[in-house]
């Protein structure tokens, strides 16, 4: 027996054309993919715009003493009614003012000296009535001094619960049991 080597040549340029025709092949499938996955995202979904505009409270008092919404929501008010002697320069007198008042129509009157109106007052309306109004009155101590009515106001957005126990905010806020609808 003889010994035969055998010696394998490899041909270096074939290889190198299928390294190359490989990655060639990796490219083109990551050029897909991409591109495929952006153009669906350009074209297969639309834009969309959110517009959030949040909630604004607050209140202005007229003359005649009725409550207007000035805010963008319903709200629910609650007002305090100040009585005092004043003269003309704004000053306050000292002697309280014996009088009497009234609850007005819509209104009641809490355990903690507050008016509350009974319904949602919507935006750029008004309350019925003011919460009070006199039913009696003394002459004042003298002629420099008039009876001088104060309403404050506040408000509290309508809709909406706290503490996730269904407790609407207004009564949760205000510590009362029910009011309004």
Excluded at 18 to 47: C, E, R
Aim: hydrophobic share 40%; aromatic share 8%; net charge negative.
């Amino acid at each position: 027996m003889t010994a035969e080597k055998h010696e394998r040549k490899y041909d270096l340029s074939k290889l190198h054309s299928k390294a190359t025709a490989l990655l060639l092949i990796a490219a083109l499938l990551l050029t897909l993919t991409v591109g495929g996955t952006l153009s669906y995202i350009v074209t297969g979904s639309a834009l969309s715009v959110n517009r959030f505009s949040p909630a604004f409270v607050a209140l202005s008092v007229s003359d005649d003493g009725k409550v207007t919404n000035t805010g963008n929501v319903d709200a629910y008010i609650r007002a305090a009614v100040v009585v005092n002697w004043m003269d003309n320069s704004g000053n306050v007198c000292g002697i309280k003012p014996n009088c009497t008042l009234s609850v007005s129509d819509n209104w009641t009157v809490g355990n903690d000296g507050f008016y509350y109106y009974s319904d949602k007052v919507a935006p750029s309306a008004s309350t019925l009535t003011a919460p009070a109004y006199i039913t009696d009155n003394d002459a004042p101590p003298s002629s420099q001094y008039s009876l001088s009515i104060e309403i404050a106001a506040e408000a509290l957005q309508a809709d909406g619960e706290t503490d996730g126990e269904n407790i609407p905010a207004h009564q949760d806020a205000w510590s009362i049991a029910s009011i309004g609808n």
